[in-house]
């Protein structure tokens, strides 16, 4: 049940939503005063949440940064998020396959010694795709060995991809600390979770989202992009916020 509000919330928490309803306010509301307010409100929450300078801002504050690490670890975890059904293969990537491609980097450059896959289906009508069993057999494609891979493809959210990775690694029997691979929007959150869940792990953000952040006319200017993303942070920081106070 928590699941399904979680993704029907969303709809009520995305800036795009916000905008939305300010808009038919304004057309559908009588009084001639209060349908500008909602108009102009509208246009402002679309300025703000869509120019490049607000959100480089916020991303310099939320993102979890990290210096160079070489240290040595047993296993990093990937969480998934990054691929998803269809395709020639059975699945495809997405945007965020930056996590697919620093799991391969660990493992070819031997800073981890096994990689496990946290993925499951989460939506709200999930079919036969699991994600952590797709993307094994793109990491056998790298020559990985199958004794090195670990999968995890019953999670649904966060919460789940640290309990149920737990679960592998308390058989498995491979020392902590691990690499927890996972986007930087996305660390700050999922820390929180694996560490709740009484897993040692350091963070490996990848995929950063950040504008470019040279000064300019441009970080002032409305783009479709901007909206995205603040759309992913505002769903996070409410995911941490919730998850912080259980």
């Not at 979890?64 to 998934?80: D, E, F, M, Q, W």
């Not at 699945?91 to 990689?115: N, P, W, Y």
């Not at 999968?151 to 498995?172: D, P, R, V």
Request: with cysteine; glycine share 8%.
């Amino acid at each position: 049940m928590y699941f399904i509000l979680s993704k029907i919330l969303l709809f009520f928490i995305l800036p795009i939503y916000w905008v939305i309803a300010l808009v038919l306010l304004g057309i559908f509301v009588k009084n001639r005063r209060s349908k500008k307010r909602f108009l102009i409100a509208a246009a402002v929450v679309f300025y703000l949440f869509s120019i490049p300078v607000l959100l480089n801002w916020f991303e310099g504050v939320w993102d979890v940064r990290t210096p160079v690490n070489h240290k040595k670890y047993s296993c990093a975890i990937v969480l998934g998020g990054f691929s998803g059904d269809g395709g020639e293969d059975g699945g495809h990537f997405t945007e965020a396959s930056d996590r697919f491609i620093q799991g391969v980097k660990l493992m070819e450059t031997k800073q981890v010694s096994h990689i496990l896959i946290s993925g499951g289906n989460g939506l709200l009508t999930p079919g036969s795709f699991r994600e952590a069993t797709y993307v094994k057999t793109q990491l056998e494609k790298f020559n990985i060995p199958d004794s090195l891979i670990l999968t995890e493809s019953n999670s649904k959210n966060t919460f789940e991809n640290a309990k149920f990775t737990k679960a592998i690694l308390e058989k498995t029997h491979l020392p902590p600390p691990y690499l927890l691979v996972t986007s930087a929007f996305h660390m700050r959150r999922s820390l929180m979770l694996f560490k709740h869940a009484g897993l040692q792990v350091d963070p490996y953000p990848c995929n950063f989202l950040a504008f470019d952040t040279q000064l300019g006319i441009g970080l002032f200017c409305p783009d479709p992009g901007v909206l995205r993303n603040w759309e992913l942070y505002i769903k996070e920081v409410i995911g941490y916020a919730i998850n912080f106070f259980k």
